[in-house]
């Protein structure tokens, strides 16, 4: 019997290859013309001198929707050398999490990626639990970087404690601007590579 299907498997590869491609291509122009459009939110915009939407993305786990982060620098920005650099990761929470699950999942990343003495850790944990209020979907947590000063964080625009120390802002923030992050297509977006 002869297959009456429409198409065969080589042209409906190509076809769903054309569609994803277009989807792609769309999603980027979308995400190139968004960034240039979002205004900078005002603790950024006081903190980050001509602050603009660096990159954005979206992080997911087994498919859900985690948070949405975005990078806010000013021109000229470059990911490898981001210690050197004052900007701003703003992170939007699409689920509720409790601050102190919030601060544990920060150490274990910031641990994954250099050796953390056990003091040391237990000292940044014991900090950003105070810095990092539980959130709710929708809340925004945001951490400024200014090289040689505090980590500021802002919960919903509204300052929380401060995280003295350039061993703790470049492992914080390394989370998700390191070339070892864990992270690494998130990372690409927010960086804008590939843009």
């Given amino acids: 019997m002869r297959n ?17 491609l277009a989807d792609h291509v ?21 903190s980050v001198s001509a602050a603009r939407l660096q990159g954005r993305g979206t992080l997911r786990y087994f ?6 982060a975005r990078l806010w620098a000013g021109p000229g920005f470059a990911a490898e050398s981001y210690t050197e650099q004052t900007f701003a990761l703003e992170l939007e929470y699409a689920r509720g999490f409790a601050g102190g ?3 544990q999942r920060s150490i274990d990343e910031m641990r994954r990626s250099a050796i953390v003495a056990n003091g040391q850790a237990r000292e940044w944990q ?5 810095a990092f209020p539980d959130v709710a979907p929708g809340d ?30 470049r492992l914080f923030f390394g989370i998700w601007l390191a070339e070892n992050t864990s992270e690494p297509a998130l990372r690409r977006q927010l960086i804008g590579a590939g843009l």
């Avoid at 065969?8 to 076809?15: P, S």
């Avoid at 498919?63 to 949405?68: A, C, I, P, Q, T």
């Fill in 63 to 68: 498919g859900l929707r985690v948070y949405e």
């Fill in 140 to 169: 925004r947590l945001t951490g400024i970087h200014a090289p040689g000063a505090a980590t500021h964080f802002f919960h919903n625009g509204r300052p929380t404690t401060p995280v003295a120390g350039p061993e703790f802002a």
């Fill in 101 to 103: 699950a919030i601060a």
């Fill in 4 to 20: 009456t299907w429409p198409f065969t498997r080589r042209a409906w590869c190509l076809a769903a290859g054309s569609a994803l």
């Fill in 126 to 130: 014991a900090a950003m639990v105070r």
């Fill in 26 to 46: 769309f999603a980027t122009a979308f995400a190139v013309s968004t960034a240039a459009a979002m205004a900078p939110p005002t603790e950024v915009a006081v």
